[in-house]
Each structure stands twice: as structure tokens, then as C-alpha cells.
């Protein structure tokens, strides 16, 4: 006999009924949990509940993001009861459950309205949401679908990788603004001064071995900057 194993909408695609079990899937979901509908021949045979743990350290990554400003909100395939029971212990106000591979599109385009997005997913699901997204970045433990297709791949589980991701990327930004704020600035203080335009009036002239010396500075202040990057 053949046997399905997926949400409700799956096996009532297939003609089969899944209301028999929907208080019971409705009490499961409330905790957070999801539930899995399996038909045999044809016949409702039962449920099965799914669980992923909430980890201590996405509270804690979650929390941090929303305190420099940044809106997080949860794109998930999940049922709604059980979604809004994980959102409410992850502190995340704006959830979007059942959503399928296209729908998760969708709600970017949404989202998107309140300016740059990033998503963050692991799963086959999530590589269109990842390609949709104006930063996609993939968890290195998930599939190789979703690592290809994000822009940034983190190398461990630990969602606090996202919170590092977004200070190594201001900070980059923040880093190249000031390189070019020096190396123009420099610039456009000694070429007049070895072009000899201040000759005339001051007297002012620039050696040949030492606007090579002052260029070379200059190249090494840049390099200089950028390196407290590592830091």
C-alpha cells in the first residue's frame, strides 16, 4: 500500500481527510512543535510531532540584532500555531508561516518595502528566498543548495555568526570610507605642492625622493587601516 507522510495540504491533495486529527495537531502545534500527517491506502493512520529545539544562543543573537535596530521577523514553512509559539520565545513580532518555497519569495518582496533584507536559511526550501534576498546567508551545516546560493555561507551553526556578519560588513564599509577619505585628502595636498603651484607665493617645493617617500606613506597608511580589520 502506498504511504504519504507530509502537512495536511499534501495529503488532502491526495483525497485524504486529515480533520480527525486536527484538535490533536492543533494542541501539538500550540507547543511549538510540527506535526506530520501520515496516510496509508488511502486513510488518515496518524501524526507524528517534529521538534527542533530552540537553542539559548539564537535568543541571545536575536535580542542583540534588535538592539542595534535591525527588524528580524520569521519566514517559515511551519504551521502557524506552531510558529507563533517558537516566535514568541525567540522575541520575533512579524512571523509568516506555511509558506512554501515561493511564498517565502513573496514575503521578501514584502518585507523588502522597509528597506535592505537579509535572509538567513539551511534548506532546499530556502535557496530561492537566499537568491531573493538582498544579502542571502546560509548556515555552513545545512545543504549544499543553500550554501551555493547565499551570498555569504557562515562556517557554524552558531546564529550569533549573523550579528558578526553584519559588524565585519559595517565595519569593512566604514574602513574603506576612511582609506579613501585619506587617500584622496592626501592626494590633493602634496601633488599641488610637487606640481610646484605654491612655489611662487611660498617658496614651497617637494623633492622628487620625497614625494616617492610620501606616496609610499600614504600606501602604507591605507594598508595599515585596513589590517585593523583582523582586529
Not at 120 to 134: F, K, Q, R, S, T
Not at 139 to 161: R, W
Not at 166 to 195: C, D, H, M
Amino acid at each position: 500500500d502506498e504511504v504519504l507522510v507530509g502537512n495536511a495540504g499534501f495529503l488532502e491533495a491526495a483525497g485524504i481527510e486529515v480533520g480527525a486529527l486536527s484538535h490533536v495537531a492543533g494542541e501539538i502545534a500550540s507547543d511549538g512543535d510540527t506535526v506530520v500527517f501520515v496516510g496509508c491506502a488511502g486513510v488518515l493512520a496518524g501524526a507524528i510531532a517534529v521538534a527542533d529545539p530552540v537553542r539559548a544562543e539564537v535568543v541571545d543573537a536575536i535580542a542583540a540584532l534588535k538592539a542595534k535596530g535591525i527588524a528580524v521577523a520569521m519566514v517559515t514553512g511551519d504551521a502557524e500555531a506552531s510558529a507563533q509559539s517558537v516566535a514568541a520565545r525567540l522575541g520575533i513580532d512579524h512571523v509568516v508561516a506555511g509558506a512554501s518555497p515561493q511564498d517565502k519569495v513573496a514575503a521578501i518582496e514584502a518585507l523588502r518595502a522597509d528597506g535592505p533584507l537579509a535572509f538567513v536559511g539551511d534548506g532546499i526550501n530556502d535557496a530561492p528566498a537566499l537568491a531573493a534576498a538582498d544579502v542571502g546567508i546560509a548556515i555552513g551545516t545545512g545543504t549544499d543548495v543553500a550554501s551555493e546560493t547565499a551570498d555569504v555561507v557562515l562556517m557554524s551553526p552558531d546564529t550569533h555568526g549573523v550579528l558578526r556578519a553584519v559588524e565585519t560588513s559595517k565595519a569593512t564599509l566604514r574602513n574603506i570610507r576612511q582609506n579613501l577619505a585619506w587617500a584622496f585628502g592626501y592626494n590633493i595636498l602634496l601633488i599641488p605642492v610637487a606640481a610646484g603651484v605654491f612655489y611662487p607665493v611660498f617658496g614651497l617645493l617637494l623633492s622628487p625622493m620625497l614625494a616617492a617617500g610620501a606616496m609610499a606613506l600614504s600606501s602604507v597608511a591605507v594598508v595599515s587601516n585596513a589590517l585593523r580589520l583582523k582586529g
